[in-house]
């Protein structure tokens, strides 16, 4: 908190939070929704949650670091995480590897496109004619 105010400071994003969990998008969510059957349709709603978290990274790196098979983490389901674990064997951790991954595309210089952008219809020569 802020003394002259007494409002919380927004959170400064950084390279990698150690306290990311403090953080998640799921915090204060129920966690059977993330331990729930493969087949229910609680699976896509935790998906959904993790869609718009801003600790994703450390959460993923956290599930694969540690060899979580079960649960939705980072955004990824336990086949997604065991398929990616048998790609790559050879990762040590990472949560180094995601760290140097994003530390990357931050230094990047990103081009910015327009907010909407129109897709152009295909050309009336194309078009299926009966």
């Not at 919380?8 to 998640?24: A, I």
């Not at 649960?71 to 990762?91: E, K, N, S």
Request: net charge positive; charged share 25%; with cysteine.
């Amino acid at each position: 908190m802020t003394p002259a105010t007494g409002h919380r400071r927004p959170r400064q994003p950084s390279l990698w939070d150690r306290h990311w969990r403090q953080h998640g998008a799921c915090a204060g969510s129920d966690t059977n929704l993330f331990f729930a059957d493969n087949r229910s349709c609680g699976q896509e709603e935790a998906l959904k949650i993790c869609a718009s978290c801003p600790v994703q990274t450390e959460c993923l790196a956290y599930a694969l670091d540690e060899r979580f098979p079960y649960g939705i983490f980072g955004g990824t389901t336990p086949a997604w995480r065991r398929d990616l674990l048998q790609r790559r064997p050879h990762v040590t951790s990472w949560r180094a590897l995601l760290s140097r991954a994003r530390a990357e595309h931050l230094s990047r210089p990103h081009r910015t496109t327009p907010a909407t952008r129109h897709r152009r219809s295909p050309p009336a020569a194309h078009a299926t004619r009966n």
